[in-house]
């Protein structure tokens, strides 16, 4: 049996994307005067009709180990006991360009777009891109999962629609909207986007979560030990924390903290901006601060 790679599956066809544009900027020196012209020439964009499919066998407490360069990810809950891994590539060139010119880049970029495995049911993946290249990866996650997710975004939306048993989830976007969505089973959130909204749903237990430029929404759907940080650089910070557990809060924000009267917790105020928040016995302990003149942090139960 190869454990590295069960089979990939790849179709290559042209599918022009309707209403796509863009330019592309062409310069040439003039010998004359020694200066340069440039041009801009329409682009036109192009991806693959059928994404590449691959499959990796799972074991139990693999992990899932993905980077793009450009391009979305997204994960998704699928069937069986493999991981599923659906890579479709993008390239924007001159309206000119012959269609055996895309042909080609896309078939480069498939064939540089890398799905491996190890005996210890692990899922390494790595996408090329850049400039008008890009490649957009949808991985599937057999039930059974209950590994890290570990995601690593150069430039692209990154959405988590479903974790299976994932017990941690580490991402690291440079540019580009987070929405993850986790459940209890995964205590330990390691999150870091640079640039775009972020949003980390129904996770438990220890978390970092930074958003570098953009509004932060963390939803704790269980809190049993870890505590952590919640920082937003240039955003707003909204809480969805759990009642009946027992956890504390120190929350300072540009303008305001607003943690309304929960049953069983006390708020504490320093200033209208710093504030924290009991429930139950105490116990883990979360500091959460949006940084930028005028946030707010919010939290709802």
């Known amino acids: 049996m190869n454990l590295k790679k069960l089979a990939a599956l790849s179709s290559i ?7 796509s544009t863009g330019c592309s900027l062409q310069c040439e020196e003039n010998e004359e005067d020694n200066g340069t012209t440039c041009v801009a020439k329409p682009l036109k964009f192009v ?8 499959r990796v066998n799972y074991r139990s407490g693999g992990s899932l180990d993905l980077a793009v360069v450009n391009g979305s990810i997204t994960i998704v809950r699928g069937e069986g006991d493999q991981v599923v891994v659906e890579s479709t590539p993008r390239t924007g060139k001159p309206q000119e360009t012959p269609d055996e010119e895309f042909t080609a880049e896309l078939e480069d970029l498939n064939e540089r777009t890398l799905v491996e495995g190890n005996a210890q049911g692990d899922t390494i993946v790595t996408a090329p891109g850049g400039g008008f290249k890009s490649v957009s990866v949808v991985v599937r996650l057999p039930p059974a999962f209950n590994g890290t997710i570990k995601l690593s975004q150069g430039n692209g939306s990154t959405k988590i629609n479903d974790s299976a048993g994932a017990t941690a989830i580490d991402v690291l976007s440079e540019n580009g909207s987070c929405d993850l969505r986790g459940s209890t089973s995964v205590v330990s959130t390691l999150v870091n986007c640079e640039n775009g909204s972020v949003s980390v749903d129904g996770v438990a237990d220890y978390v970092n979560i ?21 920082t937003a650089d240039n955003g ?19 303008s305001s903290v607003d943690f309304q009267n929960p049953n069983g917790c006390t708020v504490s105020e320093a200033a209208v901006n710093s504030k924290t928040l009991s429930c139950g016995q105490g116990g883990p302990v979360y500091q959460v601060e949006a940084l930028r003149t005028g946030a707010t942090i919010s939290a709802s139960y």
């Open 47 to 54: 991806q693959a009709s059928n994404p590449k499919v691959s």
């Open 13 to 19: 066809g042209l599918g022009i994307l309707v209403g």
């Open 210 to 230: 930074i958003a570098g430029n953009g509004d932060l929404f963390v939803h704790l759907a269980s809190i049993s030990g870890g505590g952590g940080e919640i």
């Open 236 to 254: 707003d910070i909204e809480l969805a924390l759990p009642l009946g557990d027992s956890y504390s809060v120190q929350a300072r924000a540009g």
